[in-house]
């Protein structure tokens, strides 16, 4: 089961800045929006998770461990993927194809926003400020992927400013 994405409520709780939910609540809800628009459809890759794995674990992969492999995968569109899924197959785009980043990339983006502003989990951050397997992406595609690396850098770099300040704070009573 997905979890819901994350509220202004949920964000405060978390011991955010109430000043800056109002605009991460805004780019949240519009990247979804947008991931949702333009990865609407992709077909499904020859590289599926298990066949990634393969790569990585044996190195060489035959046609027919391929099929074998691809059959384990029984996911026919990128909102099928389970966040166990997202979370068991994280070395997935260091072993897969244009073709596959398309299909899989908007599962593990929405998978972030879901555990949204937490930048614990980063696989897709660091898949999508990479960029390396984008030749088939369309400029809105790419658009939306810098845009969610840019949002991940934002909060990454307010987490380090509040792990200071807490540190700076928790100093001074000592």
Known sequence: MQTPYPTAELYQNRGYDPASIPAWSHKVSDLVSRIKKEFENPQRPLVTFHVARAYDDEWVVSNDRGYELRALDTELHWQDISDSSIETFSEYFTFSDS????????????????????????????????????????????????????????????????????????QSTL
């Open 99 to 170: 073709d596959g980043w398309k299909f899989y990339i908007p599962a593990f983006m929405l998978h972030s926003i879901r555990c949204f502003p937490s930048t614990s989990y980063d696989v897709a951050y660091v898949a999508c400020h990479s960029l390396r397997s984008v030749e088939t992406f369309t400029e809105d595609q790419i658009t939306v992927l810098k845009d969610f690396a840019a949002l991940w850098k934002q909060v990454e770099q307010e987490e380090e400013g509040r792990s200071w300040k807490e540190f700076a704070d928790n």
